[in-house]
């Protein structure tokens, strides 16, 4: 925690600070606001935090977690387990490897090697010797990169447009929905029951009521997150079938070897070419 007074002003900030790596000493980090780690974030372990992520140092197979922003300084090798998530934008310096998951922007200042990353809005590419090599690269947006690919022709895949994210958004709808369905029809039995018990007198009519109605306003609630849900489904499924207008720009090279999927059209590089729009 904390507390600044500026003019008889007093602003507080929730702030949980590592200084140095984290490691066994400190253990994982689940904090409700900022975290701060001044060295390293070792293998194994993880940060959920509700507000930013900063890492001055390097991240090495952990899990990291942001409800807003990650910074990392240092390089992030996220081999097979590692993760990071953030609901905004990420702030990266070199990716060897992992999975990366933004809710907005990826900025990436030299090179993206052998990762997965899904980017619902833009990537950037901040150097002019940046390039994205390898991995699988998913991005809702658009894409202003400097290369594409190596001269050794490594398998590099590129995906422009929603409707990745769609899909992997219906799916996860669609089993939100189902267990809405079976919510529902817990609470409509129990509410027939309730009306059925008017009979056999096991209630009093003070209890019936009572809770009728508590099931009566379960139902009610149920019901419009249900249709909430139908609606949010018609608009992904329309993002699947319909075209969108993506931009891929390349300011030095796509490598042989590169795969390009725009909306629905995929298309390999099979000879290098230089400052590529599409």
Do not use: W
């Not at 090599?133 to 995906?159: A, C, D, Q, R, W």
């Not at 994210?165 to 817990?186: G, M, N, Y």
């Amino acid at each position: 925690l904390v507390i600044v007074s500026i003019k008889c002003n007093i602003s507080v900030f929730q702030e949980f600070k590592v200084d140095g790596d984290l490691d066994l000493r400190i253990g994982n980090i689940e904090f409700f606001g900022d975290v701060e780690v001044t060295g390293n974030v070792l293998a194994g372990f993880k940060i959920i935090a509700e507000g930013n992520v900063f890492v001055r140092g390097s991240v090495e197979g952990a899990v990291i977690h942001a409800g807003r922003s990650i910074v990392i300084n240092g390089s992030y090798s996220g081999g097979e387990k590692g993760e990071l998530k953030a609901s905004e934008d990420a702030y990266l310096s070199h990716v060897n490897s992992g999975t990366i998951r933004t809710n907005r922007h990826l900025f990436v200042k030299r090179e993206l090697v052998n990762a997965t990353s899904y980017v619902k809005g833009n990537l950037y590419m901040g150097s002019r010797s940046s390039a994205i090599i390898g991995g699988k690269t998913y991005v809702s947006g658009e894409m202003n990169v400097y290369t594409l690919g190596s001269p050794l022709e490594v398998h590099t895949f590129i995906s422009l447009g929603p409707q990745e994210f769609a899909k992997q958004d219906l799916q996860e709808l669609k089993i939100t929905l189902k267990e809405l369905e079976q919510r529902l029809e817990l609470a409509q039995t129990g509410l027939n029951k309730i009306e059925d018990d008017e009979e056999s007198g096991h209630l009093t009519v003070e209890n019936r009521k009572q809770i009728g109605s508590h099931l009566k306003a379960s139902l009610r609630r149920l019901n419009e997150k249900k249709s909430d849900l139908i609606r949010r489904k018609l608009i992904l499924e329309e993002t699947l079938v319909n075209n969108h207008t993506s931009f891929l720009r390349v300011a030095r090279r796509v490598n042989s070897g590169v795969r390009l999927k725009i909306g629905k059209a995929t298309v390999r590089i099979e000879t290098s070419k230089d400052k590529v729009e599409f």
